[in-house]
Structure formats: C-alpha cells, structure tokens
C-alpha cells in the first residue's frame, strides 16, 4: 500500500560519478518535494514541482537537478556526487502547499 | 534566516507517562504548522496538524498546541508506548509552500 515509493532504497556511487534517484507515487498529488536529510539532521528541502512548475531552493547547489515527466513520478539527478552529497535523500508529495505532505522511505546514497 | 527550533534534542520517559515536546518557531508568516515522526530508516510520518486560526487541536492519544503569541508549539503524547520511540519533528510553512523542518527531538520510552 506504498504511496510514495523510492528506488532505490541504498544507493552507491562512485565520486564524481552521475546517478539518478527515482520516486513515485499513487496519490496523483500536485506537489512533489525533494528533501536531503544529513545524519542527525532534519530534511532539507532541494526543490519541488507544483505540477509542473519547478521550483528551486536558493541554496540548493547547481550539482543538483530534478525532472518530473509526469505526475507520478519525480526524479533527483546529481551530476557529479561529491562525499558531502552522502545523504538520505527523501521524496514527499501534497495536495497543495499548505497540506500535509506524504513522504516516501528514502534514498540512503553513500558516495565511494 | 528564519527556522523552526526545538527545546530539547532528547526526552526520556517511563512508558505510560504523558510526553511533551516543544517548538519554538520565528516565522510570524507561518500559517500552517505539521508534527512528524520519523523512525529510524524511514521517512518522516505525518502526527498532526493545525493552522493558525487554531491553538489546539487533538487526535488520537496526541494533542498539538499552538501559541502564536509566544511562538510555541507543542505535541503532547498520552500514555506513551514503546512504540512511540522516534526522533519528532515540527515543521511550518511560512507562506504556504515549502516546509521548514525543526531540528529534531528524539524520544526514548522505557518500559
């Protein structure tokens, strides 16, 4: 009964090397969210689609790129992992802004 | 720049104690405000939510309040259970759209 999916869910990669996350969802919601989540810290949000429309954090680094070819699935691209990208990086969906969001169980993406 | 904060990194509790846990927010914008709780390796789970025409709102065995006047926010959690060992997090939304998440406080029931 997932609703929001992750693949997958342990992620390696070599350093410097592309990879892509991938999320998906059965809720047909608007909003779809990218967060990271750093040991012992809270998530951060990268960016999220209000249906179409992309919205990019100020402070999310350029390394970092999302694509959303339809409503039920979001992707999270960095093109050259650094070992400070190590993360669980975590999808969220919503109806609009100002309702709950709905996340999936993560990426934990270690970088060799 | 602006973020959600909590009181205490930690809380120990006996198991059938009442737990509560604290937020301090800075975003007098912020209209809507959610509690999660995220277990080790999952993704944060939606507790409870109120809006801002709100200071209280319940659910079941949790009770979120809110004080717009200090900026406080707190989740209480009755009769605590081991099953309630999480890191919780408040969170707000200053405008409507993004979430900014607080820092955490992760509670430890003993039975």
């Known amino acids: 009964d997932a609703m929001v999916i992750q693949n997958p869910r342990y992620q390696v990669t070599q350093f410097g090397k592309p990879v892509t996350l991938s999320c998906s969802q059965t809720l047909n919601h608007n909003v779809m969210y990218w967060y990271q989540q750093k040991s012992s810290q809270a998530p951060k949000l990268l960016f999220h689609y209000y249906d179409k429309d992309f919205n990019n954090e100020a402070d999310t680094p350029d390394n970092f790129q999302s694509r959303r070819p339809n409503t039920s699935f979001c992707f999270l691209d960095i093109r050259s992992p650094g070992l400070g990208d190590a993360a669980m990086y975590l999808c969220?969906?919503?109806?609009?802004?100002?309702?709950?969001?709905?996340f999936g169980d993560g990426t934990r993406l270690s970088i060799l | 720049g602006e973020s959600v904060g909590l009181h205490l990194p930690t809380l120990s509790v006996q198991e059938g104690d009442n737990s509560i846990i604290n937020c301090a927010y800075s975003n007098s914008a912020s209209d809507y405000f959610i509690w999660y709780k995220q277990e080790s390796g999952k993704g944060p789970q939606f507790i409870i939510d109120i809006r801002s025409n709100m200071d209280k709102r319940q659910g079941q065995r949790v009770t979120v309040l809110l004080n717009k006047t200090v900026k406080h926010l707190s989740l209480q959690i009755a009769a605590t259970q081991p099953g309630d060992s999480a890191v919780y997090f408040c969170?707000?939304?200053?405008?409507?759209?993004?979430?900014?998440f607080g820092k955490g406080t992760t509670l430890s029931v003993s039975s």
């Open positions: 969220a969906t919503s109806w609009r802004g100002d309702q709950p969001q709905h």
């Open positions: 969170a707000e939304t200053p405008g409507g759209t993004a979430l900014i």
